[in-house]
């Protein structure tokens, strides 16, 4: 059993910098991918970042490339998003996720296991 617990949203301007973190309670925290996910109002969950389980591996959709930054310390068992130059279509609710593989992970839909409850970004202009 995982459990997901997001922190570090806020209200931030146009051009700052936040960074997410997921704290991850399970012990097969360390196996598996892990990734974020966002949804703004009226909108579907859209696909942000992943990285696989040792951190070698990272992908992102490609509004995020060169912007957002994930990462994670499978000795703390928590995965990070750097967001810098934020922009205001980047407000939303960031959620956490976990799958076991990165190929898992892109099938993931509303129903899959390991969720966070989200944590809300907002971006001002």
């Known amino acids: 059993q995982v459990q997901l617990v997001e922190s570090g949203g806020g209200l931030v301007q146009a051009g700052e910098s936040l960074r997410l973190s997921c704290a991850a309670s399970?012990?097969?925290?360390?196996?598996?991918?892990m990734g974020w996910f966002r949804q703004a109002p009226g909108k579907e969950r859209d696909f942000v970042a992943s990285i696989n389980w040792s951190g070698g591996g990272t992908y992102y959709a490609n509004s995020m490339k060169g912007r957002f930054t994930i990462s994670r310390d499978n000795a703390k068992n928590t995965v990070y998003l750097q967001m810098n130059s934020l922009k205001p279509e980047d407000t939303a609710v960031y959620y956490c996720?976990?799958?076991?593989?990165?190929?898992?992970?892109?099938?993931?839909?509303?129903?899959?296991?390991?969720w966070g409850r989200g944590t809300q970004v907002t971006v001002s202009s």
């Open positions: 996720a976990a799958a076991p593989s990165i190929a898992a992970m892109t099938a993931m839909t509303l129903d899959s296991d390991y």
């Open positions: 399970g012990r097969i925290f360390k196996t598996y991918a």
